[in-house]
């Protein structure tokens, strides 16, 4: 079975500063791991995805994530945070069925401050 | 080239009544799967379609039910609508077992 937790439900940052929201995750086999966005009143968007391969990640609009299987984290991260950057962030983790569903985290509300 | 496109965008019910939402997938895909987000939740993984059949399931009662057409396109069903079925429904599809792509959700409201 897969899960995923994010640690802090609300995060803020200064405008300019290093945005860091976390995610751990349970998976009984190599996972699948994603990072989504959704802004108010719309569906998500990937931000990025780890498969297989390389273990540091990069997305859409700066952003970065390493998967660390050591740790069972798949930390997102953008050196600089934007006032646009404001959102939604879910970390969600599949197995690697031919299924594919995604199981979501409970999401990170990010603030930015000016 | 469109995006998955959902609909109704909002819809409101009433305890017991039933409600179906359609979903159209992205050009080029051929599966649909459902989620359910409560407020203030993450999605929640319902069913997944795939050639017109219930691939797979997450945990939702039997009420949750739904069909896939020959064009690929899908409908959610909803029987005897509870006020916990209140929440945004969103749909995803994908070519196979590749990247899925989130339409905008439906919001349900069920008074």
């Known amino acids: 079975a897969q899960s995923v937790t994010q640690l802090g439900s609300h995060v803020s940052v200064s405008e300019g500063a290093l945005v860091l929201l976390r995610c751990n995750y349970s998976?009984?086999?190599?996972?699948?791991l994603f990072w989504y966005v959704q802004y108010p009143n719309q569906g998500l968007q990937l931000l990025l995805k780890?498969?297989?391969?390389?273990?540091l990640v990069k997305g859409i609009n700066g952003f970065e994530a390493e998967f660390k299987k050591s740790e069972t984290s798949f930390h997102l991260t953008k050196p600089s945070a934007h006032m646009s950057d404001a959102a939604e962030y879910f970390c969600?983790?599949?197995?690697?069925?031919?299924?594919?569903?995604?199981?979501f985290g409970t999401g990170t509300r990010l603030t930015v401050i000016p | 080239d469109a995006g998955v496109t959902q609909s109704p965008t909002h819809l409101i019910k009433t305890r017991g009544q039933q409600v179906t939402l359609r979903c159209s997938p992205k050009?080029?895909?051929?599966?649909v799967s459902w989620y359910q987000q409560a407020l203030g939740q993450g999605p929640q993984f319902i069913f997944q379609?795939?050639?017109?059949?219930?691939?797979q399931r997450g945990n939702f009662p039997d009420r949750f039910s739904g069909h896939q057409f020959p064009n690929y396109s899908s409908e959610l069903n909803v029987n005897a609508l509870l006020l916990g079925d209140s929440a945004l429904y969103l749909c995803?599809?994908?070519?196979?077992?590749?990247?899925?792509?989130f339409g905008p959700g439906t919001r349900l409201t069920v008074t």
């Open positions: 995803a599809s994908s070519w196979g077992t590749s990247e899925q792509y």
């Open positions: 998976s009984s086999v190599p996972p699948y």
């Open positions: 780890y498969t297989t391969g390389a273990t």
């Open positions: 969600a983790v599949s197995d690697q069925t031919g299924a594919n569903n995604l199981f």
């Open positions: 050009s080029g895909h051929d599966t």
């Open positions: 379609y795939y050639e017109e059949e219930e691939r």
